[in-house]
């Protein structure tokens, strides 16, 4: 157990400049060495130079000017008549800015006249039936297990042991179908049902009882949402299929479903449900990194990316983890076959089969920093054929100076490459 725990007590040597310098790789300590001559520090950019005009500013929302790069990621603030949002990335960012366009739509829906009037005309024998299954739970859902023997399956699992996460609805809004209205009509608005939004958590829960007690016409009264989308999550191609099953599927049985695959890839069943019991993993990241590792056939030392999973301590570290897994499994299919994956600062890189390391991130804008570099130097001495880093955004005038002479090939600005529009 101690490697374990020794795995477990930080991540992300190259993904948070809140990790404590006694975790750090020995030799000189990054603290020490951040000051020295050669080393950058992190400064602010400017929004305007980063993003496209539709992410910068909309009907609903703005980014402010001012972006804070942590060396690694930019952190964005975003204004809105909903409230000021935060998002940590800008993969983040694209997922904030469709959140805030379906917020504003489910507005117009939750306001309609038409469909209030018509949750005030049926929502009254419904509201009975929900009366009924409080105050006679035994007789009611013995009629609905003769009738629907998946409604049976679903109970069982949802009213066991297993707790649901922050991002999830309640056991008994789970069993009684709610959480399936609400899925459907985050399908709808091309959102996830499990987003920490809590602004658009109140909309999707608004609709979901609405549709749920009087049969609201989301479908019809759904407003267009812009196309904009985040790494994980997006609105075209797999990714979108991908998303509505996550939606139309109970908790339960994502949990069951991730569990079985995870087991036949070979993982180590007590493994697979520390993991699972994550609750910084949504069902829904923890279906997609489910998802990305079952994309990686023939790759040895899978369970090293489940291990890194492991260590996320927060939603957002655990989004890191899973968006790299995600473009792990985008390169493996579309750029170069991985044959294996290897440590790296607690994380984990990949070795092709032609035995060039490949340094996979979601990074947006790395500097030369001392933990930067500490790595560098340690992927460069282990390296059989060369390195190469491959990353969502892009680097400083310096870190690619440095990099290029430590022999390492970059490849920024490579999304598309890894994940092609489907």
Known sequence: MLPRRRLLSTILLLFTCSVSVALLPATASPAS????????????????????????????????ERVENDGLFNHYTVTSPFGTF??????????????????????KVASDETATEALKQSGKKTIAGLKSLFNDPGTTLE??????????????????????????????A??????????????????????????????LDRLALADYLG???????????????????????????????????PASELWLQNRNRLVRLGMDADTV?????????????????????????????LELLLKVALQAGDADMARTITETAVLAAGFHRNIAPLSRFLPMARLFCAEKQDGA??????????????RV????????????????IWTFGDFSTKARSELEHLGWQLHPNALRKMLPAT
């Open 86 to 107: 935060k998002a940590n990335s800008t993969s983040a960012l694209y997922t904030l800015v469709r959140e805030i366009h379906a917020i504003a739509a489910m507005k």
């Open 33 to 64: 060495r951040a000051g020295q001559e050669g080393f950058e520090r992190p400064a602010p950019l400017r929004a305007r130079d980063l993003l496209k005009p539709e992410i910068l500013r909309g009907p609903s929302h703005a980014v402010e």
């Open 273 to 301: 449900e520390l993991f699972l019991n994550n609750p910084n993993f949504s069902p829904a990241t923890a279906t997609v990194l489910t998802t990305a590792l079952g994309r990686l056939q023939g790759v040895t030392d």
């Open 174 to 203: 789970q069993f009684i179908g709610l959480s399936k209205s609400k899925g459907q009509i985050a399908t709808r608005f091309l959102v996830s049902m499990y987003s920490r939004n809590p602004v658009l958590q109140e909309e």
């Open 373 to 388: 570099a500490d790595v560098a130097e340690g992927l460069t001495g282990k390296a059989k054929k060369g390195v190469e």
């Open 143 to 172: 009629g609905a297990v003769n009738g629907v023997n998946s409604l049976f399956n679903r109970a069982a699992v949802s009213l066991g042991s297993r707790e649901p996460t922050a991002a999830e609805d309640s056991r008994m």
């Open 215 to 249: 049969g609201l016409g989301v479908g019809v009264a759904t407003a267009v949402v812009p196309g904009v989308g985040g790494l994980i999550l997006t609105t075209s191609g797999t990714a979108r299929l991908l998303n509505e099953a996550i939606n139309n599927t």
């Open 357 to 370: 390391l490949a340094v996979i991130l979601p990074t947006d804008h790395m500097i030369w920093s001392a």
